[in-house]
């Protein structure tokens, strides 16, 4: 509800009026002192103020002497309207009929506010000759002595100009009957609107004010001349003019010195912006942004936002801190994958040059050789390295939660649904890149799905007919052979295609020479830093590390140096103390225990050769054993070239068992003696 002050001059009529507008127009009405002097009107104003008035109604000839007050409520004029001059003229008539005076033609109509309907048309229909010049309430007695001089017989006016039309020899007229015939409703009714309208305006500017002041940016208005019109609290912050803010009609160039007259010019005349200026405002380094407001005619002012480092950091933590929560960010570069052996120099060169473009890659390489580190690495040296970078493992998940999580689902898809569905990680990657790892994993339904996503660039969420496009830069990775898949049915062969565009092979550890000490090297450090201890790699423990395979590739050579540096009792590391490192991590329980028996039995029949039990067979089945086992190792190196892995599979032993044995016996890879 509207609260309207009607001030000064109301008659009862229109107080009525006004009365019956309050039962279908939602305001409540508040009528002031009629004929009060200035002090009095004053009072009124700042009463209306004080008590929360929306707004002041008011007669037009008031209006003027209202605003000189400056109230700080919006004030809107009633004004005559052409029905109420025409009434006005129908009681002259008759009452010039009345009092003989038919014969005085020539009227004044004295309003505030130019008539407004045609004087012609009126002068037809009453028979007057009518003039409406100038009016106000300081009118001199010339001004009607010259009226007069011109032939002018009526004055049609209020009480306080009668005596000076008297005395210039012209008749004043005024009936107070006219207002019980002069309709002032509907310009109270539209005075309401205009203070329901001018009251939403006043809210929606607030709201805009809340907003500026709310904003960490200082944001300043200009006008075509560079003047501040507007600002912000941030402004007045940062801008301070000789350190007190004044800022109405203050010249920009004037409050930030850095920014030069002509600059500004340059902006307001030729449309010209600046973005990314660092200036010192005052103290606060920032970065200043002037955006001229281009209109259709040209140019119409500026904007300048100006933003403190401090803020921008503060922001850019922020956003960080964010994405790191949600994991959605690619956290190593190329630079962080070691090797200098020729493979992996050409491998980086080849991944360097694929990250610039947007075709799908697919990785190929042995588990924990470091595919995802290639992937991250590519992203990172992207044009989209500011996106997400989302990795998921397809072969940790099961068929079902795999696709529900690459594709998103909405409400009620399926049982257990958040209620209000959920984004797929394509959607979450959108601009960025999506790493698929273990891509052979994703089962039919799956491939089918990933294809058309690939093709056509549009997700469709579980339990959804709608198509959500996506900007996404694929890179799957695979440790099996796809090709080979495709042709056993096992592997869609379009999808392997779409996926194939540009291949990566990551070499194993095992064909990569002198990395395996590079890498370990910086594994030791590491390790040595988070556990306070200090060890380095002798010759020999380089030259055994080197014939170790590390099937594991760096992920096993990672937890190996993590271990080795926990269990190191000396500064130097020997290749005894990494042998028996490899030997107790390469076997399992099981097999320790049966070496354990199998030393056991060898000791017995030591002990018998030494007259401490029956000689002949036991010394013979002793012998056997030990024959036995060094003949067994070497078929199985000459069935399979020399092929530690595969000699270790078919012994039905382990590779660092097979390792030690041979070593024990002296047979080297060539199956000859070392």
């Not at 503060?314 to 994958?337: N, P």
């Not at 900007?471 to 495709?486: E, M, P």
């Not at 830093?529 to 060890?535: D, L, M, R, T």
């Not at 007259?611 to 000459?638: C, F, M, W, Y």
């Amino acid at each position: 509800m509207f609260h309207i002050y009607f001030l000064n001059l109301f008659n009862d009529t229109m107080v009525e009026q006004t009365h019956n507008l309050e039962k279908v127009i939602d305001f409540k009405m508040h009528v002031g002192y009629r004929n009060v002097s200035s002090v009095e009107m004053e009072n009124q104003i700042r009463w209306a103020e004080r008590e929360g008035m929306d707004a002041i109604v008011c007669q037009w000839e008031d209006y003027e002497k209202i605003m000189t007050r400056k109230p700080l409520l919006p004030v809107y004029p009633v004004r005559s309207t052409a029905y109420d001059t025409s009434v006005i003229l129908y009681f002259l008539k008759k009452h010039l009929k009345e009092k003989g005076l038919e014969h005085y033609t020539r009227v004044i109509l004295g309003t505030y506010l130019p008539i407004n309907v045609r004087l012609d048309i009126l002068e037809e229909m009453f028979g007057l000759e009518l003039v409406n010049p100038p009016w106000d309430d300081e009118l001199s007695q010339d001004y009607f002595d010259s009226y007069a001089r011109e032939g002018y017989q009526v004055v049609v006016c209020s009480s306080i100009h009668a005596e000076k039309v008297r005395n210039s020899g012209m008749y004043p007229f005024y009936d107070k009957q006219v207002e019980q015939y002069i309709d002032f409703s509907q310009d109270i009714k539209q005075a309401i609107q205009q203070v329901a309208v001018g009251s939403q305006l006043q809210k929606t500017l607030e709201e805009l004010k809340n907003m500026l002041n709310y904003s960490f940016e200082a944001i300043c208005i200009l006008d075509n001349e560079g003047r501040v019109t507007s600002f912000n609290e941030k402004s007045e912050q940062m801008f301070k003019q000789n350190g007190v803010g004044q800022y109405a009609g203050s010249f920009f160039y004037d409050l930030v010195p850095e920014v030069s007259k002509s600059e500004i010019e340059e902006v307001l005349k030729e449309g010209k912006a600046f973005y990314s200026r660092i200036i010192n405002a005052n103290d606060y380094v920032g970065m200043l942004n002037i955006t001229p407001n281009q209109q259709e005619k040209g140019t119409n002012g500026a904007v300048v936002h100006f933003t403190t480092i401090q803020q921008i950091e503060k922001m850019e933590t922020q956003v960080k801190s964010e994405i790191h929560k949600k994991g959605h960010y690619a956290k190593y570069t190329f630079a962080d994958i070691l090797g200098e052996s020729e493979v992996m120099q050409k491998a980086k060169k080849l991944a360097e040059r694929f990250s610039k473009y947007n075709s799908n890659i697919l990785l190929y390489g042995e588990s924990g050789c470091g595919k995802e580190l290639f992937a991250q690495g590519m992203h990172n040296s992207s044009l989209r390295v500011n996106q997400p970078f989302v990795a998921v493992n397809c072969g940790s998940l099961p068929t079902n939660l795999l696709e529900s999580e690459l594709f998103g689902y909405v409400e009620g898809a399926f049982t257990g649904a958040l209620k209000k569905g959920k984004k797929g990680l394509f959607e979450i990657a959108h601009k960025g890149t999506i790493f698929l790892d273990e891509i052979s994993e994703i089962d039919a339904k799956g491939q089918t799905r990933l294809l058309r996503v690939l093709e056509e660039r549009c997700v469709m969420r579980i339990g959804d007919d709608k198509l959500i496009p996506v900007d996404v830069r694929v890179i799957a990775a695979s440790n099996k052979n796809l090709l080979k898949l495709t042709k056993e049915g096992k592997f869609r062969e379009d999808l392997y295609y779409r996926l194939n565009v540009l291949t990566l092979n990551v070499p194993p550890l095992r064909e990569r020479g002198e990395d395996v000490i590079l890498i370990a090297n910086a594994y030791i450090k590491k390790y040595g830093e988070a556990y306070n201890k200090h060890i380095v790699l002798s010759g020999e423990a380089c030259h055994e590390m080197l014939r170790h395979p590390w099937e594991g590739n760096v992920r096993q050579l990672r937890n190996f140096c993590e271990r080795l540096v926990i269990v190191a009792d000396r500064t130097e590391v020997s290749g005894e103390d990494i042998a028996e490192q490899l030997d107790v991590m390469g076997m399992t329980f099981f097999e320790r225990s049966c070496d354990r028996k199998s030393e056991d039995e060898s000791h017995a029949t030591n002990h018998a050769v030494d007259g401490h039990g029956p000689a002949g067979d036991t010394v013979k089945n002793g012998g056997s054993i030990r024959e036995a086992e060094r003949a067994s190792i070497r078929d199985a190196l000459e069935k399979e070239k020399g092929n530690r892995q595969k000699a270790a599979k078919l012994l039905g032993i382990s590779k660092t068992t097979l390792w030690r044995k041979m070593k024990e016996y002296g047979i080297g890879d060539g199956c000859g003696e070392e």
